[in-house]
C-alpha cells in the first residue's frame, strides 16, 4: 500500500499546532519537540491538561526514542491526528515479520525516520526506513548471543525494548549482555556482560539511559538469582555501579542519603538481617520490568521482583530488598529512599511495574507522584519525593490483604491466605499472575486517569504432585489458576487516579488483558487482546472506536510517531507468547492445568482463539 | 493410581509377548551434564541403561541433550524432540511411566570423621548444625525434607544450594555434596543416587544414612519409584521397555549398585508411595 497517498488522501483539518512539528536529522536524546511549552523544573504542560497537572518533560511527541516513550513512563503522546471523529480510518501502512514466532514484547522506537524493532532471541536489531514506502529494511543486526540462555529463560524468550541515546540503539540480550549499536550503520559499538547466565541470569528488560548512564535490570528470580540493578556508561559501556535487590547496604547502595518514609524500612544491613543466614544469597529481587526517572528530582525510580527459593516457610523474615519501589540517584546508585510494598511474599507478587510520575493536585496541593498499579491488586500513589504511600485502593478483586496501612505502610494480610508447604490454600486473589503483570499502564493528563491493562485470576495451591528436576523428585506444590470474581478474565481499566476509582472499563471474557497502553492527545487510546484485537478508545467513555484483528495475540505495547510525510502513525507488535501468552505456544500442552508455572488454568482457550505470529504492524489514517 | 497402572501393565505386557515387536528407536532426551544420571559424554547410569536396551532390542539410540529444568518436560517430551527419558518418578504428570526399575530415598551425609550418625529429623543435634539442602527454584517449593525440618522450626539451620547451580561446572547439582566434604555445612540431605554416587568418588570419606521416614508425618514422601518415561500415551514403546526392564532387572540393579547408588526394595507399600 502506497503510505504517501494515504496521507494526502486523510489531509484534513485535524491539525492542531501540537502536530505540525519538522522532524531534524540528529536530534540528541529526548529532543524538546514537544506540543506544550517546557515548564520551570523538567516539567510541562500538556495541551488540553486538567488544572495543575504537570508532565515530567519532555513527552514523546513524534518520535519514541525511550521504552515508553518518555522518561516518566506515561506512555501518552501528544500527537492529535488521529481523533476520537477519524480513528475509524485507521489502516495497516506497513507490516513486516521478524521470522521469530515467539512473544513480541516491548515495542519499537523511532529515530530520525528509521523505526528499530529488537526481536526476540536470537535479538535481532531490524532497522526500517520511514521515508520510503512500505517502510523497507535498512540493515539488520544480529548478536548472536549465548543459546545456553534459552535454557535458562523462564518464560519464552522476550525481550522488551530498546532505547536511544548518543546516536546509539541499546538493549539487552538473552544471555546477559547489553548491546550498543550505531544507530545509523548497524554496526556494534559495545556489548558489556551484565549478569551470569552460569547461574541462570537473562536479561529481557528494556534499559534506561539518564544523562550518561544505561540503566540495566536482569531476570531469574525463578532460579534464585540475586537481583541487581547495573549502571553502565553509555560511550563505553563501562559498568559504572551496581545495585543489588540483597545484601549488606553497602552492596546495596545503600549510604547516609538513604532516608526511607517508613520505620519498618529502616535498619543496618536490612538486605542480610531478614533472611535466615546466607540466604540473601539466593534472594531474588530481579529487575526486568520498568525503569523511570524526574529529571527534576534527579531520581530513577524501579521495582524488585519476589524473594527467592518460592518457599516462603524457608525464608522467615521481611526478605528484603524483594519487593520493594526504589529512588536512587542515577549517577552513584546511591539509594534515596525505598518501599518494601509486601514483606516475606507468599504468593509470587513481583513489584517490578512501572512507576509512572505526574505532577498533580492531591487532595488540594500540588504533589509529586509516583503512580504504581500493583501486581497485587493494590493501586499505590506514592510521594516521589519521599516514598510516602498516599493511597493504595484495589482496582481488581484481591483478598490476600484487606488494605494497606498508610501510616506504617503495612498490608493488612489475610492469614488464610498464606501459602504454606504442605497446606491447601484456595481462592487466593489475585493469582501468582498478578492483578496486572509487567506489562505498561498508561496515564492521561487530559482526562487524569490510568488505563492498566488488567487480570483478574485466583489461584490454588496443593501440596501433591510429584515433580522431578535435575535429577531430584519430589512432591511439589501445584498452582491451578481460574478466572476471579466477576468472571471475567482480563479488562482494560480506566482508573481516576484523584478519586481512587475505576470510571470505565472494557472486559475481556476469555483472557488477560496482556497488552501495553498508550494515550494520545487525539483523545484516542490504543491496546490490545491476546486474541489479536488492536484497539482504539475513546479516552473519556472506554467506547470502542476501531479495532483491527492482527495475525496473533498482542504481548507488545503500542507506540505511536510522526513519519517524514508529517502524518501521525501507530505501531504494535503481534506475535502471541511471554509468560501467561506462552501457553499458545505449541511445546505446551494445555491439558495440564499445572503447567507454565500454573497459568495454563486460566487460559486454557488461548490455542483455539490465537497461534504464534512474529509481526509489526504499522497503523495510519 | 498406583494399583491401576499395575493392573495395566500386568495386562498389556500379556499382550506384548504375542505379538511381533515393531523396530523402535530410542530418541532419549537427557541432561549434558548431570552425573551420575547422564552426561554429554555418556558416562551416567542412564546413557549405559539406555545403550544395554537399545541393544537388547535392536534400536538404534539417539540423544536430544536438554538440561533438566522446569520447563524440561515441556520442551523435550512434549514438543517431540525425543520418545524416552530414561530416569522419572513413577506416575508423573507430564509422561507416561514404566513399570519403576529401582527406588531410592533422600539420605543425609556427613563426614566420617564427624561421627554424626544422624538418622531422624527428630535429633536434637540439629538445632545447631547447619544442614544443607537443595533450592529447588521455580514455581515449585521444598523438597519433603526440607518441609520435615521446617515443621520443626529449623528454618534457620538450613542452607540453601541452588539445584541449578553453576552451569559451567560439571554436575551442577553435586555442590550440596561438596559442600560437606568442605566444611561449609554439616551435614546435607541429598537425593539418595546423587548423594550416593559423589560420596563414593569423595577424598573426603562421607557417611550415608537413608531417611525412611518422618515420624510426626507418615504420609511425607522421602523415597521414590523411578521408572522410565514416555510420551504420554505411547503404551506401545512403554510396554517394550517393561518386557526389557523385568528381563535386565539383575543387570540395571547391578549397574546402579556400581553407581553408587542407594537401592531399596520397590514399591514398598509403606509410608511415602510416590502418589
Known sequence: ?621 | MFSASRLLFSCTLAAGTLAPAAPISLRVCADPNNLPYSNAQKQGFENEMAAMIGKDIGAHVSYFWYPQRGAFFRKTLGSGACNVVMGVPEGLDETTTTRPYYRSSYVFVSRHDRDLRIHSFDDPRLRRLRVGVHVLGDADRSSPPVEALLSRGLAHNLVGYNIFGNLAEANPPSDLIRAVSNKQVDVAIAWGPLAGYFSRDSATPLDITPIAADPSNPTLPLSFDIAIGVRPGNYQLRDRLNEELSRRAPEIHDLLRAYGIPQMDLSAPAAGGTK
Open chain 1, 1 to 621: 500500500m502506497d503510505r504517501v497517498n494515504i496521507a494526502k488522501a486523510v489531509l484534513g483539518g485535524v491539525g492542531t499546532a501540537a502536530m505540525v512539528i519538522a522532524l531534524h536529522a540528529g536530534l540528541p536524546l529526548l529532543a524538546a519537540q514537544n506540543g506544550g511549552k517546557t515548564a520551570s523544573g523538567g516539567t510541562m504542560d500538556v495541551p488540553g491538561a486538567l488544572p495543575g497537572i504537570h508532565a515530567v518533560a519532555p513527552l514523546a511527541d513524534g518520535q519514541w526514542t525511550t521504552p515508553a516513550g518518555d522518561y516518566g513512563n506515561l506512555r501518552f503522546s501528544p500527537l492529535s491526528q488521529i481523533d476520537t471523529k477519524n480513528v475509524q480510518n485507521l489502516h495497516v501502512v506497513s507490516t513486516m515479520s521478524t521470522g521469530i514466532p515467539h512473544g513480541h514484547e516491548g515495542q519499537p522506537l523511532v529515530v530520525n525516520n528509521t523505526l528499530y524493532v529488537v526481536t526476540p532471541y536470537p535479538n535481532n536489531l531490524i532497522a526500517l526506513d520511514l521515508t520510503k514506502p512500505g517502510f523497507p529494511q535498512k540493515w539488520i543486526y544480529r548478536p548472536n548471543p549465548n543459546s545456553q540462555s534459552v535454557g535458562v529463560a523462564c518464560c519464552d524468550i522476550v525481550n522488551r525494548g530498546a532505547s536511544y541515546a548518543d546516536g546509539k540503539i541499546i538493549y539487552n540480550l538473552l544471555d546477559a549482555h547489553t548491546v550498543a549499536v550505531d544507530a545509523t550503520s548497524g554496526h556494534e559499538v559495545w556489548r558489556t556482560e551484565v549478569g551470569d547466565i552460569k547461574y541462570g541470569e537473562t536479561t529481557t528488560m528494556a534499559p534506561l539511559v539518564v544523562k550518561n548512564v544505561v540503566l540495566v535490570g536482569d531476570s531469574g528470580g525463578e532460579l534464585g538469582v540475586r537481583g541487581k540493578l547495573t549502571a553502565l556508561d553509555v560511550d563505553t559501556g563501562k559498568i559504572l555501579w551496581r545495585a543489588f535487590s540483597t545484601g549488606s547496604d553497602a552492596d546495596v547502595l545503600i549510604g547516609p542519603n538513604f532516608k526511607p518514609f517508613y520505620p519498618k524500612d529502616r535498619g543496618k544491613d536490612l538486605g542480610v538481617t531478614s533472611w535466615t543466614p546466607g540466604q540473601w544469597k539466593l534472594g531474588g529481587g530481579t529487575i526486568w520490568g520498568w525503569v523511570s526517572y524526574d529529571p527534576t528530582l534527579d531520581l530513577i525510580y524501579y521495582g524488585t521482583g519476589n524473594p527467592g527459593v518460592w518457599s516462603p516457610d524457608m525464608r522467615p523474615g521481611d526478605n528484603k530488598w524483594s519487593i520493594t519501589i526504589w529512588a536512587r540517584n542515577p549517577e552513584t546508585g546511591q539509594a534515596k529512599w525505598a518501599y518494601q510494598v509486601v514483606p516475606h511474599d507468599a504468593w509470587d507478587y513481583d513489584e517490578i511495574m512501572e512507576n509512572v510520575l505526574i505532577d498533580m493536585p492531591w487532595h488540594g496541593q500540588t504533589r509529586k507522584l509516583l503512580l504504581h498499579p500493583g501486581r497485587t491488586g493494590f493501586m499505590f500513589v506514592l510521594d516521589r519525593e519521599t516514598g510516602e504511600v498516599l493511597s493504595a485502593e484495589k482496582y481488581e478483586p484481591a483478598n490476600w490483604a484487606n488494605s494497606y496501612n498508610l501510616k506504617t505502610g503495612l498490608p493488612d494480610i489475610d492469614p488464610d491466605k498464606r501459602t504454606h508447604i504442605g497446606h491447601y490454600t484456595t481462592d487466593i486473589c489475585p493469582s501468582s499472575t498478578g492483578a496486572k503483570d509487567y506489562i505498561p499502564s498508561s496515564f492521561d493528563p487530559r482526562t487524569g486517569y490510568l488505563y492498566i491493562p488488567a487480570h483478574n485470576t485466583c489461584m490454588d495451591y496443593k501440596g501433591s504432585k510429584v515433580n522431578y528436576i535435575a535429577g531430584t523428585p519430589y512432591l511439589g506444590a501445584s498452582v491451578r489458576m481460574y478466572p476471579g470474581p466477576g468472571g471475567y478474565q482480563g479488562e482494560l481499566v480506566a482508573w481516576d487516579v484523584a478519586n481512587a476509582k475505576k470510571v470505565w472499563t472494557v472486559k475481556d471474557p476469555d483472557l488477560p488483558v496482556y497488552c501495553g497502553v498508550l494515550s494520545t492527545g487525539g483523545d484516542v487510546v490504543f491496546y490490545g487482546t491476546m486474541e489479536g484485537w488492536f484497539r482504539a478508545v475513546d479516552a473519556h467513555s472506554g467506547k470502542i472506536l476501531w479495532q483491527f484483528k492482527t495475525a496473533s495475540g498482542i504481548v507488545g505495547d503500542p507506540m505511536t510517531f510522526l513519519g517524514p510525510d508529517g502524518k501521525q502513525y501507530v505501531a504494535i507488535y503481534s506475535g502471541v507468547g511471554g509468560w501467561m501468552g506462552a501457553t499458545a505456544l505449541p511445546a505446551i500442552s494445555n491439558d495440564d492445568p499445572y503447567a507454565a508455572l500454573g497459568v495454563v488454568g486460566a487460559m486454557k482457550d488461548i490455542k483455539a482463539k490465537t497461534q504464534p505470529g512474529d509481526l509489526l504492524y504499522v497503523f495510519g489514517l
